[in-house]
């Protein structure tokens, strides 16, 4: 479903020059979407952000618990639900709900338990490693709750991505590429440089 709505919207960036980026917000009635961290995953850092979207219908964040022990949502309108998470290195155990999330937070190698579980990374957050945001989204304030809305690409990306380090990672002209989002997965992938799909699947979505 997800994949299908992503090539819908990469057919549909390809013929435009202007770009539509994804809106927020927009959840449907159902599960709840974690978008970080991934079940079952290997984490190289421990300080890291819960993100996920609750369904369209829920009113009130469900219950947190972070191995067992009750967890507090930072201050976001929903459906955003957002947690911070400071594990040590070992096995840990997160339930959202009903969800239930099991991570491992590497230090050195990993153990045979765990060896099935895939290595999972995001997008760098600040110095002390928590996400701004405001760095990529639009996002106002209500009721004291920040409200995460629609993706500031490429202009946001671009503040700190300059064109030179563009063209040295990509050897591409910037304006097609400007749906950043289109390949890489900046709330979670196993891959590397956070790509969505192998290189090749994502040129052939304009190129034969
Ligand atoms: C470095 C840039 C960046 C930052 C910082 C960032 N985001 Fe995002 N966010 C993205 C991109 C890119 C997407 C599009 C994801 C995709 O298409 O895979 C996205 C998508 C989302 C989505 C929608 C995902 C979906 O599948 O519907 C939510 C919700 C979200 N971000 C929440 C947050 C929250 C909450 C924060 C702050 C804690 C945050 N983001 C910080 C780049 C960022
Ligand atoms: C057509 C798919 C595609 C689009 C669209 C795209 N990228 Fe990339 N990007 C890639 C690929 C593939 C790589 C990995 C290159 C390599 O193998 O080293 C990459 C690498 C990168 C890297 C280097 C990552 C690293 O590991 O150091 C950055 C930063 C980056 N992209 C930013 C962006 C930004 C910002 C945008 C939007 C303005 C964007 N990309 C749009 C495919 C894409
Ligand atoms: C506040 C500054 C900032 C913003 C805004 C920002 N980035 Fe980054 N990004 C970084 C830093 C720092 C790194 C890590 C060093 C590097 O690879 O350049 C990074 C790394 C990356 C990587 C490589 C990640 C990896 O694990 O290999 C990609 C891809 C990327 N950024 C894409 C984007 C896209 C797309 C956007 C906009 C939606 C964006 N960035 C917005 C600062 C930023
Ligand atoms: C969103 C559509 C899109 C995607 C995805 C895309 N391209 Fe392109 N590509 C274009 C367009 C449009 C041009 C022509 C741009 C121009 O001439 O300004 C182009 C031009 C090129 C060129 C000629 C470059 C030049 O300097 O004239 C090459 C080579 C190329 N693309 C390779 C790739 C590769 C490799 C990928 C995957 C990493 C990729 N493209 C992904 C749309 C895309």
Known sequence: MARRAWLALTLAA????????PTLGES???????????????????????????????KRAPPLRIDGKRGRWQPYALPVLVARLELRPGRHEIAVGPTKLQVYVREGDVPPEVAEWTVYGSHPGDADGWKDCRACHEVTAANGRQSVGTLR?????????????????????????AGCHQCHALHGSSAKSLLKAPRKQLCATCHD
């Open 14 to 21: 390809a013929g435009l020059p202007g770009l539509t980026a």
């Open 153 to 177: 690409e490429p202009v946001a990306c671009q503040q700190c991505h300059s064109s030179e380090d563009f063209q040295l990672a990509h050897f591409h002209p910037e304006k097609p590429l």
């Open 28 to 58: 449907e009635p159902g599960a709840l979407r974690v978008l970080f961290p991934a079940d079952r995953s290997v984490l190289e850092t421990g300080r890291s952000e819960l993100i996920c979207v609750a369904p369209g219908d829920v």
